[in-house]
């Protein structure tokens, strides 16, 4: 009597190249991570909890962002639980970002550069129309450093005022997907959310009989949970074409942060005359509002190996997403610098001009896309825009299923009246896409 048994194995011994090289890569992350986690100078980021992270992979970052809607085998999407439910083969991804700055205002120039790990995702199906995603990505970066001069009142002692702020907050996540009905799916994801944020004021005084720093310091350990759904919905339309329509909802989460506050004197050998730790366990919050995102989009051909007869693959789409960090401004985390409702629309598409082909330029895959963006930074009674335009490519290698993949985008923030930032972001990350675990029968 013939009997069936389960069980997992690996593949081959290239496959397990694979997870060895995932292994050094989560290594050499967590080893370095002081370093990786850095940005380009960034006054915006001294409000709040600083500069929030995109929360987008490099494809989807090559389209504007779009990708709320658009469901892949081959690529990690970071925006919508619910589109795990396509994944039927394990698919490892990792980025690295990199940004520079011209940053102008009506009297100075600066600019700077930097780098940063983008994410690190692990995505692979457990049941049948069902996946899981668990993964480390930016939450916040915190980065500025500005300088102001004046004069004591009734003096004649000039002050120089140096701010200067680091740190983040990180966001390990665990996510799921599972497909309902063939074209209805629903997804979830759970975040912890956890990292400091130090922000410095520092007063030199020079009265040309004496030299000395007062400077003050406040630093917030952060750590909470938070929560995304999505959903999407598909129908066949022409040309064996689909369009897709995706919804993702963040809740509403209040950041529980513990302060620390410290007062010091130092003399310019930076040893210190006084001070005093004001208050080292402060309990307090941020309130971080929900976020919710909708977009549609046009797709045929990712989700096969070719489009029926016709080998060209393509998607368009739009995403639109709205957040009201208004209800933040009750929290003295903000520092008297209200933010208000924002808003983001995000345009673009991709094309592989033929997945069969073999010639090896028509397989590889072509992004483009528009991002706009409402902040919710405003300063000088001035709301702060940002606009950008992006490129991508994804470069197939071993048999199409995995890829090296590549971002660049261009675009502005702010004005002169503020802060004006001209900036040219890049990124480079990898996917690995594969049948790691197989089920084996035997008599």
């Avoid at 997804?187 to 007063?203: D, K, L, M, R």
């Avoid at 004197?265 to 909708?294: C, H, Q, W, Y």
Wanted: aromatic share 14%.
């Amino acid at each position: 009597m013939k009997t069936t048994n389960f069980y997992f194995r690996f593949i081959s011994k290239r496959t397990t190249s694979f997870l060895g090289a995932i292994l050094i890569l989560c290594a050499s992350f967590f080893i370095s991570f002081s370093t990786l986690a850095q940005m380009a100078n960034n006054p915006f980021s001294r409000i709040g909890l600083g500069e929030i992270s995109t929360q987008r992979s490099i494809s989807n970052l090559a389209m504007g962002g779009m990708g709320v809607s658009l469901p892949t085998i081959k690529y990690s999407n970071l925006q919508n639980p619910a589109l795990l439910s396509y994944h039927k083969l394990t698919v490892f991804e990792g980025a690295g970002l990199g940004e520079y700055k011209d940053l102008k205002t009506n009297t100075i120039q600066t600019n700077d550069f930097s780098g940063s790990l983008g994410y690190l995702s692990l995505i692979f199906p457990v049941y049948k129309n069902m996946a899981i995603n668990v993964g480390f990505q930016p939450f916040s970066s915190v980065n500025y450093n500005a300088v102001s001069y004046g004069l004591l009142e009734n003096t004649s002692t000039f002050v120089k005022y140096d701010y200067e702020g680091t740190g983040g907050v990180s966001q390990v996540f665990l996510g799921t997907g599972y497909k309902i009905v063939d074209n209805l799916s629903l997804g979830a994801q759970i975040n912890y959310n956890f990292g400091a944020i130090s922000n410095t004021s520092t007063s030199t005084l020079d009265d040309f009989r004496g030299s000395f720093l007062a400077q003050l310091t406040d630093r917030y350990n952060y750590s909470d949970f938070t929560y995304r759904l999505g959903l999407h919905y598909f129908i066949s339309v022409f040309d064996n074409s689909q369009i897709n329509v995706g919804v993702s909802y963040d809740g509403t989460a209040n950041f529980d942060a513990t302060h620390f506050r410290a007062f010091e004197r130092k003399n310019f050998g930076d040893i210190v005359i006084d001070g005093d730790t004001l208050f080292s366990e402060m309990k307090e919050s941020i309130k971080i509002p929900d976020a919710f995102t909708v977009g549609i989009s046009l797709q045929r051909g990712y989700l096969q190996a070719a489009s029926g007869t016709k080998n060209t693959a393509y998607s368009i789409g739009v995403d639109y997403t709205m957040q009201d960090w208004s209800i933040s401004n009750g929290s003295t985390i903000v520092r008297n610098n209200p933010l208000q409702s924002s808003y983001k629309i995000s345009a673009g598409g991709e094309i592989t001009p033929n997945v069969r082909n073999s010639n090896y330029l028509a397989r590889i895959t072509y992004r483009a896309g528009f991002t706009y963006t409402q902040t919710p930074l405003v300063v000088n009674n001035e709301s702060i825009e940002d606009m950008s335009l992006s490129i991508g490519f994804s470069l197939p290698v071993k048999n199409n299923f995995s890829s090296l993949n590549l971002y660049s985008a261009i675009g502005q923030r702010g004005t002169l009246d503020t802060i004006q930032e001209k900036y040219i972001k890049l990124g480079l990350g990898i996917s690995i896409s594969d049948r790691w675990f197989v089920r084996s029968r035997f008599d």
